[in-house]
T-cell receptor, first 113, second 116 residues
């Protein structure tokens, strides 16, 4: 079975600072990797995904993530955050060809002015 | 296009009662998923429909949970009888047919279920 660990449950940052949200996974087979974001009172929205190819993946809202197979990591980064990035972020993996995802515990990103 | 809608947004019931959650996927989306997040824990997969057929129900916790998708449109998730540990947020998601992982999951806002 696979598992996902998000190393930080909460990350506070100031506006315009860079941020990295860490994600490690464990799996005995190849995985597909995802980051989702949940804004307050909304559903989850896909930020970006890694299926194959380039290990640096760019997503919406200026976010990017890098797949590191040797370290089994898929950390999410943004060079300069905005107040509007305040949300909960979820890392997820899939070992199937359909949308059966295994999620991490979530990281609450709070951007302060 | 209208997004995935879930009803009700909140439900508070007593232990032993029955609750039915409803999900209306995006029109044309054959794939429908149910997920659940128990407070303080990760979001967990419950099951996957393709049209009206259950493709994977490996995440259903026990036989108190019954999911249906008659006609391949909306889906219901019934909990009978509800227990305290069933409290949490139930998410529905849908995706279009085709190469599944290239079709992103569209999530609803969730139903927050509280069992007292």
């Amino acid at each position: 079975a696979q598992s996902v660990t998000q190393l930080d449950s909460q990350v506070p940052v100031f506006e315009e600072a860079p941020v990295e949200l860490r994600c490690n996974y464990s799996s005995s087979v190849s995985v597909y990797l995802f980051w989702y974001v949940q804004y307050p009172n909304q559903g989850l929205q896909l930020l970006l995904k890694y299926l194959s190819g380039s290990t640096l993946v760019k997503g919406i809202n200026g976010f990017e993530a890098e797949f590191n197979k040797s370290q089994t990591s898929f950390h999410l980064r943004k060079p300069s955050v905005h107040i509007s990035d305040t949300a909960e972020y979820f890392c997820a993996v899939s070992v199937t060809s359909y949308g059966k995802l295994t999620f991490g515990q979530g990281t609450i990103l709070t951007v302060h002015p | 296009e209208a997004g995935v809608t879930q009803f009700p947004s909140h439900s508070v019931i007593e232990k032993g009662q029955t609750v039915t959650l409803r999900c209306d996927p995006i029109s044309g989306h054959d794939n429908l998923y149910w997920y659940r997040r128990v407070m303080g824990k990760e979001i967990k997969f419950l099951l996957h429909f393709v049209k009206e057929s259950k493709q994977d129900e490996s995440g259903m916790p026990n036989n108190r949970f019954l999911a249906e998708r008659t006609g391949g449109t909306y889906s219901t998730l019934k909990v009978q009888p509800a227990e305290l540990e069933d409290s949490g947020v139930y998410f529905c998601a849908s995706s279009s047919p085709g190469t599944e992982l290239n079709s992103p999951l569209h999530f609803g806002n969730g139903t927050r279920l509280t069992v007292t």
